[in-house]
T-cell receptor, first 113, second 113 residues
Framework: GDSVTQMEGPVTLSEEAFLTINCTYT??????LFWYVQYPGEGLQLLLK?????DKGSNKGFEATYRKETTSFHLEKGSVQVSDSAVYFC????????????FGTGTKLQVIP | NAGVTQTPKFQVLKTGQSMTLQCAQD?????MYWYRQDPGMGLRLIYY???????DKGEVPNGYNVSRLNKREFSLRLESAAPSQTSVYFC????????????FGNGTRLTVT
């Protein structure tokens, strides 16, 4: 079945550091890929998405590229801020059936001033 | 624009008590989902409803029942609460179009003592 593996946290960075959170997936067909962000006490919000191979999703300075050859969708940001402290979830939506959405276990990011 | 609305936000139950978590969406989405979120385990699917009038089990359905009351509303019922059901519960909905993301409510934090 479908699965998503993302790097374990927590990740602690200083403000303005470069961020990478790794995400790899297993799926049949052509899934859509997503990054969600969860701030403390809130629900998950869509951060960015990509729907086909080589697509790059971007939002709020974050980027991720859909790499079908390596089945990866790594999240990057060039300069993190304290306000980026949150939990980040990688997810995929399968292309068939009821379009199941599968989540990774989440990576907690803490940015210190 | 309300999106996905969950009630209540917090609930404390004693073992053996019952309760229903309510969820409503105003985006005319066909599919709705209930997830639970536990530390270190990401989001796990409890039940989903691909369309009005249908419901199916997800990964962790034991101890829960659901009702898709109409296209807008999808409720989750705990008939006899257990401490293992202490968790944060999220309702979500999705548009049928390929590549569309899940939209989440803000969650219900449930504690069973």
């Amino acid at each position: 079945g479908d699965s998503v593996t993302q790097m374990e946290g927590p990740v602690t960075l200083s403000e303005e550091a470069f961020l990478t959170i790794n995400c790899t997936y297993t799926a049949t067909g052509y899934p859509s890929l997503f990054w969600y962000v969860q701030y403390p006490g809130e629900g998950l919000q869509l951060l960015l998405k990509a729907t086909k191979a080589d697509d790059k999703g971007s939002n709020k300075g974050f980027e991720a590229t859909y790499r079908k050859e390596t089945t990866s969708f790594h999240l990057e940001k060039g300069s993190v801020q304290v306000s980026d402290s949150a939990v980040y979830f990688c997810a995929l939506r399968s292309s068939g059936g009821y379009q199941k959405v599968t989540f990774g276990t989440g990576t907690k990011l803490q940015v210190i001033p | 624009n309300a999106g996905v609305t969950q009630t209540p936000k917090f609930q404390v139950l004693k073992t053996g008590q019952s309760m229903t978590l309510q969820c409503a969406q105003d985006m005319n989405h066909n599919s709705m989902y209930w997830y639970r979120q536990d530390p270190g385990m990401g989001l796990r699917l409890i039940y989903y409803s691909a369309s009005e009038g249908t419901t199916d089990k997800g990964e962790v359905p034991n101890g829960y029942n659901v009702s898709r009351l109409n296209k807008r509303e999808f409720s989750l019922r705990l008939e006899s609460a257990a401490p293992s059901q202490t968790s944060v519960y999220f309702c979500a909905s999705i548009q049928g179009e390929a590549g569309s993301p899940l939209h989440f409510g803000n969650g219900t934090r449930l504690t069973v003592t």
